[in-house]
C-alpha cells in the first residue's frame, strides 16, 4: 500500500528532519517532496528563519522541577478546599437531619 504524501505529512516531519531525529526514510521522503514543491519548501525555509528571530525561552536547569512542585501544591491545595466543601456539606446534612426527629416529636414538621 502506498500512501499519498502531502504537505501536513511534510509539516510534521520537518521538525523531526531538522534536528537530526528522523528516520534516513523520513528524510528521504521529505526531500523527495520538497524536491518537487519548491513553493513549500520556501515557506519552511522561511519558518525556520522567523525562528531565528523570535527569542527562544531559556529556563534555568531546575525550572521544571520547581514549576512541577508549584503544580503539586495547587493541586494539593484545590483537593484540601474540595474535601473541606465535602465536610462542612455533611456536617449540615447531619445537622440537618438530627433537626428533624426533634421537630416532629415538637410537631412541628
Known sequence: MR??????????LWPLCRSGDASADSR?????????DAQFASVLKQSEDLRRVIPSVRLSPDA???LLLEAQKQARLKLLIIGGSIAVTACLVLGALAWVPLLSARGGL
Open 3 to 12: 500512501a499519498d504524501v502531502t504537505r501536513d505529512v511534510v509539516s510534521d
Open 28 to 36: 528521504a521522503l521529505v526531500d523527495a517532496f520538497l524536491a518537487q
Open 64 to 66: 521544571e522541577l520547581r
